[in-house]
């Protein structure tokens, strides 16, 4: 016994230089050493036969340190500038080095490996860059003072969800016309796009590297989907996905990241060589992403790198559907009720008919905004039922209703992805763990939902209503992270619409007309594309047409077709001939984004060092050798199509770091899913109406038709069920 009390003495000695005064389960563990000794000493001094007493106690002694380091673990928020989580992050950055494959270790081994992953990243790769100087004091758009609402309600743009930071995380802002936010005129350095690597690596590509090799040359060999004999485009297909995982991924990403329409064509466009018979015009223009309008480009100094700033908020607040302006927000409510406007009849949505059309907008886009329009109201009539005093206030509770629907829809879409999409696209047991473990904690759903958080940290009570943290830097969305996000793969070349009753097929759009879709009705895609989709078939019909075909898979090669040759699209109105993924490869040049082989060296994995190490097909690698000149030169995205990923994945596990470093951190930053995800604030209703549903229930409760489809089916964002009662 005299050697475990010295052992433990010693080990509170080490405790005291090397934890922090104000760690309480220090303080509690010195506590019960101090009493153990004391009796001990006490028994001992008095000469009393205590052996058996002094005994119990001395192993009584013994358990006290595991027993509050193990307390600790469970109740306390995990301290990650500790000395023990500086040691399991450093032995598992070690384990890296001499591990090929983390997605096949046992799931145990392969979740703290990920922790561990995630943990490094977050000290590493988190950069704002809203501390480079304004500029251009012109650009700087002006906020009003704060009100005692903003505290409980989400803003427009994106002001006062970090109340020390008020403009963290906001959007910029058109003042000239308000509705079309794309335009923007004014912004922020707060609505910057930060970076995921140092800002001495953020640097575009110059001079004559900018263009090589020349981006249509990348999309004709690397990204373009392959023809058969008869002209027929061939998709590969995501089998374990279906289409409406498409077109929620799109959804999202117009909630989070806009660059704004881009500067205009005769603004130094790029300009790229193109051969005569590949192209209708004798060069292919590219317009240049649009300024920073807080930045004077004459005044900008070498040391920095450019900034772009977000047209969108860069919180997780469904600005898709809300509106990211005043006059936006009022031209979509119906200003009773709480509710949001929408065509009982035939689901016409008021962004449908406004000039600025978001870029991008299909049948696909239109369905999702569709289905979380009809959540919203229907979280609103839960809410009068539920809280029917609230009629009382003022606009009969409108705003109150409102307000509070607009929470619990925006969570409910975070929870959404994180547990439902995400697994669907990265079915590893290791990713189900730690996606319902960021939503749940490790203690998973069954526990947190009956028994509440157990614990204040997001590892095991997970991080809606945990405490905030920024990690040590302002919330921002990044460069990378957008750049990551460039999945048009997933689109198919055209869309099958099916009938629900009997999967019979009743007609198929396409996405483009070969000079303007004025008027064509087989056109899925711009301001007429739902109504195009429903003059064949029912919206059920079309919701279950996605639930049951497949996008297509994020590889070389899959890039629709369709997107290569078309014209841009700016509100309603059809502009010049693009080649969307030329555009795409020359974005991450364009701004900083570093090539593949470089962005894998930031985010700690190895370079590549020959074509055959990045595909294990010979085709590829013929193509990749023919396009570039050696391996540093791939671009980022054809690297990360050609990667082959980790088991279960549907994208490499290159991308997968970006994910998993910023999609806790967008829950983790928002003061609306931490430190007032409460009662108070969202209502218990609320709560309960986030935590009880799921893609599926929300489905069904627009379009209970659609039941037998989605019979047996655990996931809404995995291929549905064609076979029918008596088939």
Known sequence: MDLVLAALWGVDVALAWLTTPENRWLRWYRSALHIFVFVAFFGAATGADVTGIANGLGFGLAAVAPGAAALHLVRRE???????????????????????????????????????????????????????????????????????????????????????????GCSSANEIDPLNPSDFNKSHPGARFGRNVPLTEARPDVGARLLEPNPRLVSRLLLARPTDENGATKVTPAATLNLLAAAWIQFQTHDWFNHGTPRPI??????????????????????????????????????????????????????????????????????????????????????????????????????????????????????????????????????????????????????????????????????????????????????????????????????????????????CLTEEFAAVYRMHPLLPEILTLRRHRDDQKVHTLKFISENSDDGDRDIATGPQAMPNAQAYAS??????????????ALQLRNYPNWMRRMRRRHGANLEEFIDLAAIDILRDRERGVPRYNRFRELFHLPRLKSFEAMSKNPDIVNALREVYDKPDDVDLMVGLYAEEPPVGFGFSDTAFRVFILMAGRRLKSDRLFTDDYRPEIYTQAGLDWINDNTMITIILRHFPELTPALRGVDNAFAPWSKKRDGA
């Open 78 to 168: 995990v301290d990650e500038k500790s000395l023990s989580w500086a040691i399991f992050v450093r032995l598992f950055w070690l384990f890296n080095k001499f591990i090929a494959r983390w997605d096949r270790l046992p799931t145990f081994l392969a979740v703290l490996n990920l922790i561990a992953v995630r943990a490094r990243l977050r000290e590493k790769n988190l950069h704002s860059v809203s501390g480079i100087p304004i500029s251009n004091d012109e650009g700087v758009r002006k906020f009003g003072a704060e009100k005692p609402e903003f505290r409980v309600e989400r803003q427009n743009d994106g002001l006062y969800n970090d109340l020390d930071k008020p403009t963290m």
């Open 266 to 475: 005769d603004d130094e466009p790029f300009e790229l060589d193109v051969d005569s018979q590949d192209w209708p015009e004798r060069k292919m223009q590219i317009r240049r992403t649009r300024a920073d309008p807080t930045r004077d480009p004459k005044r900008v100094s070498c040391a920095e790198p450019p900034t772009y700033v977000n047209a969108e908020t860069h919180w997780w607040d469904g600005s898709q559907i809300y509106g990211g302006s005043e006059p936006l927000q009022k031209a979509y409510r119906t200003w009773a009720d709480g509710k949001l406007k929408i065509d009982p009849t035939t689901y016409r949505l008021p962004i449908e008919t406004i000039a600025a059309l978001p870029t991008g907008w299909w049948v696909g886009l239109g369905l999702v905004h569709v289905i979380f329009t009809l959540e919203h109201n229907a979280i609103c009539d839960h809410l009068r039922e539920q809280y029917p005093e609230w009629r009382n206030l003022e606009n009969g509770g409108d705003d109150q209703y409102f307000r509070i629907a607009r929470l619990v829809n925006s969570a409910l879409m975070a929870k959404i992805h994180t547990v439902e999409w995400t697994p669907a696209i990265l079915s590893h047991p290791a990713l189900q763990f730690i996606m319902h473990g960021s939503w749940w904690g490790a203690a998973q759903e069954l526990i947190t939902r009956h028994l509440g958080r157990i614990s204040e940290g997001e590892l095991i009570s997970g991080i809606p209503g945990s405490r905030k943290d920024h990690f040590g830097e302002d919330f």
């Open 539 to 552: 919206f059920a019909d079309i919701v279950y047409s996605f639930g049951t075909d497949n996008p297509g």
